[in-house]
């Protein structure tokens, strides 16, 4: 499963663009979420799970973050260390992301995802309310809804808690996005393609 992790300060990016955003302080709780979510890794040489990432290529010089939680391998794409060719060849295919809102006082503004591409489908969004984490969830589309559900009232949880929260969310949420159109076309259409491919490379026998 890979996820994209944007940070940022502002709902209202006016002319800035997601590549353009501030970037988080050295000591902004951005990096202790990161560091709970997964460890960081060299992405050059790495033999495990890339998503997308090239070990041997244009992306060698770049840090990560990587986990194995409950067997399933997550590579996080990492906005604020990304170029704009990576935001584009890596967020923008992303259909998972984690929004860390560096604001403890302002209310996250949804508006705020109309700048993800549109493969973008599955939005947790983790804002500082003093030492622990509010946590908001987010869908596009006629994506059923899915487990687990946030509480009827704000959604305080510590760091540990948002790991698991945000990843069952995702990881549910990841299964559910490719049950509907049209993110369903992306499983269905290559399916098709390879069956058709057997079909006519096996063709049926006559008795």
Not at 46 to 56: A, R, S, V
Not at 105 to 110: A, G, H, R, S, T
Not at 153 to 175: A, K, M, P, Q, W
Request: proline share 6%; charged share 25%; net charge neutral.
């Amino acid at each position: 499963m890979k996820i994209g992790v944007t940070y940022t300060n502002t709902c209202g990016l006016g002319e800035k663009k997601l590549h353009k955003l501030d970037k988080p302080t050295k000591d902004s709780q951005f990096w202790d979420l990161l560091d709970t979510l997964g460890h960081r890794i060299k992405i050059k040489g790495w033999t495990k799970f890339t998503g997308d990432m090239l070990p041997e290529g244009v992306d060698t010089l770049k840090d990560t973050y990587y986990t194995n939680w409950n067997d399933v391998e997550v590579l996080y794409h990492i906005a604020p260390w990304f170029n704009d060719e990576q935001h584009r060849r890596l967020l923008g295919n992303d259909i998972i992301h984690i929004i860390y809102f560096d604001d403890s006082v302002e209310k996250f503004d949804p508006q705020f995802l109309t700048n993800f591409s549109n493969l973008a489908q599955i939005f947790s969004v983790v804002q500082p309310i003093g030492n622990r984490f509010s946590v908001s969830f987010y869908t596009r589309g006629n994506i059923p809804s899915f487990e687990p559900f946030t509480p009827p009232t704000n959604c305080i949880l510590s760091l540990e808690e948002v790991r698991d929260f945000v990843l069952t969310r995702s990881y549910n949420g990841s299964h559910m996005v490719f049950t509907v159109p049209p993110m369903n076309l992306l499983h269905s259409r290559p399916r098709e393609r390879t069956i058709a491919s057997l079909a006519a490379k096996f063709p049926k026998q006559k008795k």
